[in-house]
């Protein structure tokens, strides 16, 4: 007895707790509409790891009572946004204490649901989620947990203070007082540093009252004790991408008892850049791969960056004939991810089965979703992730006549796509039109099908169940792509522009093929953006119908042979075990 209620109370005792972990978005549960794309689903896998591992961490975030919006799209590809309902209280648990935080000079009172993310061994990692939409706030307060990246800058910084500040002082409140480590992913979160630069060590009696420049002195004395407890995991690697807020903004929406002089000075002159405040504030500062290291350290000169390379949950994201196949031939994969090396010795026409099981689960949804009838024995490439121009999800349709003759000569082609554009984002919304307008061209030639409302279930369907998973990024703008990583799971190779984690883990003809510059070194010589498009897709059309197509259609065994390799190589490394404890090894110490 006494056994099994240890068991059942660890991970619950919130003063044992030594991380917390903030994150504006989280893919947490398909049924909590708390996050957009990649940013999010990273951290829902962490959590999931954190607690496959028992690591004490508990977890913050707004609980958006609207959610990310819902996506229709007409038959020219217009995005029409929906607004999504979802009733938390079936799914949530509301906590009594609350916290309050000083938005434009008024109070806001900060409640809190709990989400339990558990482990196999019950170990519970909690995931708290700040909501103002309480009685005792006005209706614009209210309305601050409304949306996710909605709204304007007012807005966006007025959720921040709700985050950041609100989110240190629920946890106390909700006696996390052991805390250690906070963890901010992404720059959203960095006010967490600021609230603890106030309250650490605790003022002296009437520290409130104090004005300005004693406040500023007590803060400079203790910014290492704040910079030890500060871990900061940037994933932008565009400078136009950081969060950054005029100071006249700030004056007006920051109305706690801050040292303003003392917030330019850590958050820049000009703009409060939270990637500038998070960088002053945290000792351990991380890139999400080697390249994005490099290419945020030049952004960032005068900082230490490392690397901890992304990776994802491998139970959440292997289908289910995959998941049977590891359970038989290798046990104990689900504890421990490292043993997917195995997989490279699976037998070839299981590994084959296994995917097959998976393709006709997404054969099936795309019939059901889209009316169209993919033949389950064609050549299928997957592309799916938020519908943002740098991500190029037209690339493959530069040439449509090429694309056509690629599948006519070597083999049919067929292409299943998804995303979402951000409901601002002009160029993303024009991008899937583009992206309709070539499926009406190629019709008869090479079937393109786009599947509304990309979401964690639909990116679970395609990762596994495409043939090879396309990602055509502009370099060197992927931080990371974790998609991928979960097609890697299922054995699919990617076909990949080289950036992000794909530099680590593209091998060539071993673990999947590669598009564009196969150096580091960006070629000089293209200097526009149509120059590198067109050679990209030259590329693609090329090892398309030379390399890929011909093994698929006539070395079915050397095609599982790059399968199997996919998994024993890319599954047991860019998995979310290894990430979570690399950040325990250098982060969290
Ligand atoms: C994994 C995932 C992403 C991230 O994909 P990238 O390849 O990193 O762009 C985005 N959206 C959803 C729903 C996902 O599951």
Known sequence: MNHANQNHGTGTDPAAMRVAYFSMEFGVDPRLPIYAGGLGVLAGDTL????????????????YRKGYFEQVLDDEGNQIEREVSWNPGGILRSLAPTASVSIAGREVVVRASRYDVTGPSGHVVPLILLDTDV???????RFLTGSLYGGDDRYRLSQEIVLGIGGVRMLKALGYTGLEHFHMNEGHASLIALELLREEPQPPDGGDEENQSEAAALWRQDIEDVRQKCVFTTHTPVPAGHDQFSYD???EVLTEAFPHAELRRLGGDERLNMTSLALNLSHFINGVAKRHREVSQEMFPGFAIDAITNGVHSVTWTSPGFCALYDRLIPGWRADSFSLRYAINLPRPEV???????KRVLLDEVRK????DLPLETFTLGFARRAASYKRADLIFQDLDTLAAVARVAGPVQLILAGKAHPKDILGKELI??????????????????????????????????DVWLNTPLPPQEASGTSGMKAA????PSLSVLDGWWIEGHVEGVTGWSIGATSPQPDARLTTREEIDRRDAGELYEKLGRVILPLFYQDRPAWCDVMRRTIAFNASFFN??????????SAYV
């Open 135 to 141: 009685p005792e706030n006005d209706s614009e307060a």
């Open 249 to 251: 903004l700030v004056a």
């Open 576 to 585: 979310a075990h290894r990430m979570v404890q690399q950040y325990a090894a």
């Open 489 to 492: 799971h299922n054995g699919v």
């Open 48 to 63: 999931r790891a954190f607690a496959d591992l028992k690591m004490r961490v508990v977890a913050v975030t707004l609980l």
């Open 433 to 466: 039109r583009r992206v309709f307008a070539a499926a009406k061209a190629l019709k008869g030639r090479v079937e393109v099908v786009y599947l509304a409302n990309y979401d964690m279930r639909l990116a679970g369907l395609l990762t596994a169940g495409v």
């Open 369 to 372: 979703r889209s009316g169209a």
């Open 352 to 358: 084959w089965d296994a995917h097959l099981i998976a």
